[in-house]
């Protein structure tokens, strides 16, 4: 097994897990990352966080509009360019976010104890893979 494959494989199982154990939350697993990139920036344009996300403009919009029609975000005019908007999580989209960490920290401390000794060394190889896949992806 190849190791691009092998990370599709954790990544497929990762999203089973968070999805299962976020879901008394009423957020994905995708969704608890998109609000954690936003509970640590104020603001982020779309553009920002398709970036931080790897992900096409119309995900990002979607996402948006989802997370706009649960109050848990609002648009703001963006300053620098005024054909775009920032993104701000609302008083309710960051107690959702909270909600979904409390949920997300023990399975957080769970891999990290079953790594052990192990666990840096997975974060410096997997911190080197997302480097060059996205080299390779910014060259394609």
């Known amino acids: 097994m190849d190791a691009l494959f ?3 494989l954790v990544a497929r199982s990762t999203e089973d897990l968070l999805d299962s154990a976020l879901a008394p939350s009423g957020l994905t697993g995708d969704e608890y990352a998109i609000y ?3 509970s640590a920036a104020p603001t982020i344009t779309p553009t920002e966080l398709a970036r931080w996300l ?3 403009a119309t995900t990002v919009s979607s996402y948006v509009k ?3 029609a649960r109050g848990h975000v609002t648009r703001e005019p963006n300053p620098d360019d005024r054909r775009s908007y920032r993104i701000r999580l609302t008083p309710k989209g960051r107690r959702a976010h909270r909600a979904a960490g409390a949920l997300f920290a023990p399975l957080r401390t769970e ?3 079953r790594l052990g000794s192990r666990a840096e060394d997975a974060l ?3 911190l080197r893979l997302r480097t060059v896949v996205d080299g390779i992806r910014a060259g394609a």
């Open 36 to 38: 954690s990139v936003l």
């Open 6 to 8: 092998l990370v599709w």
């Open 66 to 68: 989802r997370f706009e």
């Open 54 to 56: 790897a992900a096409p």
């Open 111 to 113: 891999v990290a104890e």
């Open 124 to 126: 410096e190889v997997l």
